[in-house]
């Protein structure tokens, strides 16, 4: 029987065993989270002991860890025209998004649609800092107070975001930044502070934490205005009682990604290249999307032209490795990828473009078998179809 390979972690990465763990022995514990009595300290303590852990993945204080039911709902959370800051009380009136953000970002949370403006990016997915410098350009003068949102990495391309350098555009005129980093832990150093955010989404399925819980990172002084209220659940940003083992789960995961991160990122980076080498040496007129940038160290988006990703996803399937179209696929249904048409790329080539991506527990002996299927079927994926590039 054929190896069998998961390449698809941009998707979803496996459950880390440290985070089977915490949620198991979570699991046991009965008490409500507020409760007083000794059952709900118990759980209280599990819920503190994982914002710490998050906490430190990305450099912050624990307080200002607010846990969500995913990265989705923490980019609906943070994308609110009521940001409170120490000193300034009036509504955000502008929402700056790039071109190639998660769809998630791209609804713009809750402002209103024709407050929300999209910043462009270049051919390798980049985000054009001249643009968004000129649209903010007078804002802090003619009292606008913008909230911008870059994400750190593309969950399609792997593209890395210039986010320092955005901060310090956004700053300069009065502005906040809000990152969805959801794809950058355990692929690249994720500090808060260093990066200059304001506001950062996390999501703990990405990095070997349980679907279905996220965090939103906040700038000590913010206050935002919860989108789910109730009971007042994390210090009134989010109501609801907590979902303690996922929570537990998370904090595990956070822990191991920021651990092993010195070791792995250099691993996969390793791997990622195997695969590059040994695709190319199979299809010389292969295009890697984004390679001209910094990249996330486990992402190839790539193709050839005349390829058509939904019968390769298929027939990858069915070779045993499990790898998605870069086109986004919530339902099943393969839609034309915006980032990529954002970064100028025709349709005709775009809509062959296949993800790989790699985590902590890929193998050389699963990027062999990836590469093996390569050889079997690239011939039949695009022989006979060929486009001009
Ligand atoms: N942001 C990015 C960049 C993502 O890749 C994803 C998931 O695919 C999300 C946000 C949404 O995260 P979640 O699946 O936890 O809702």
């Known amino acids: 029987m054929a190896e069998q390979a998961y390449l698809d972690w941009n998707a979803?990465?496996?459950?880390?065993?440290?985070?089977?763990?915490?949620?198991?022995?979570?699991?046991?514990?009965?008490?409500?989270?507020?409760?007083?009595?000794?059952?709900?300290?118990?759980?209280?303590?599990?819920?503190?002991?994982?914002?710490?852990?998050?906490?430190?993945?990305?450099?912050?204080?624990?307080?200002?860890?607010?846990?969500?039911?995913?990265?989705?709902?923490?980019?609906?959370?943070?994308?609110?025209?009521?940001?409170?800051?120490?000193?300034?009380?009036?509504?955000?009136?502008?929402?700056?998004?790039?071109?190639?953000?998660?769809?998630?970002?791209?609804?713009?949370?809750?402002?209103?649609?024709?407050?929300?403006?999209?910043?462009?990016?270049?051919?390798?997915?980049?985000?054009?800092?001249a643009q968004l410098e000129h649209r903010l350009s007078g804002t802090a003068a003619g009292g606008s107070r913008?909230?911008?949102?870059?994400?750190?990495?593309?969950?399609?391309?792997?593209?890395?975001?210039?986010?320092?350098a955005a901060a310090a555009i956004v700053h300069a005129a009065g502005g906040l930044l809000h990152v969805d980093a959801v794809q950058g832990p355990g692929r690249i150093n994720c500090d808060f502070k260093a990066l200059g955010a304001d506001l950062m989404t996390l999501s703990a399925h990405k990095l070997g934490g349980p679907k279905g819980v996220g965090a939103l990172i906040k700038r000590s002084d913010l206050h935002i205005d919860p989108q789910i209220k109730g009971g007042g659940q994390e210090r009134g940003h989010r109501a609801g009682t907590e979902n303690v083992s996922g929570i537990a789960g998370f904090g595990a995961a956070a822990e191991a990604t920021r651990v092993g991160l010195p070791a792995e990122q250099a691993r996969i980076a390793t791997l990622r290249d195997l695969l590059e080498a040994g695709i190319r040496r199979v299809s010389s007129r292969i295009v890697i999307f984004g390679s001209k940038a910094d990249r996330l160290p486990n992402t190839t988006l790539f193709t050839v032209p005349g390829m058509k990703a939904e019968t390769a996803v298929i027939a990858f399937d069915l070779e045993g490795i499990a790898v998605s179209s870069g086109a986004a696929c919530s339902s099943g249904k393969v839609a034309p990828s915006h980032v990529l048409a954002a970064m100028g790329i025709a349709p005709e080539l775009a809509r062959g473009a296949v993800r790989v991506s790699f985590g902590y527990s890929t193998t050389e002996s699963e990027v062999s078998a990836f590469l093996r299927a390569w050889a079997k079927l690239a011939g039949a994926l695009y022989k006979g179809n060929e486009i001009a590039a």
């Open 12 to 129: 979803t990465a496996p459950l880390r065993p440290q985070a089977r763990a915490a949620m198991l022995a979570a699991s046991d514990i009965v008490g409500n989270p507020s409760s007083v009595h000794a059952e709900g300290r118990a759980a209280r303590r599990l819920i503190e002991e994982a914002r710490a852990q998050v906490a430190s993945l990305v450099g912050v204080d624990a307080r200002d860890v607010v846990f969500t039911s995913g990265g989705t709902e923490a980019n609906m959370l943070a994308l609110t025209p009521s940001i409170e800051t120490a000193g300034e009380k009036a509504p955000r009136d502008r929402l700056l998004v790039s071109a190639v953000e998660h769809p998630s970002v791209r609804s713009g949370g809750r402002f209103a649609a024709n407050s929300i403006e999209e910043i462009p990016v270049n051919g390798h997915g980049q985000v054009d800092l």
């Open 146 to 164: 913008p909230l911008v949102s870059i994400m750190l990495a593309n969950n399609e391309t792997g593209t890395i975001q210039p986010i320092a």
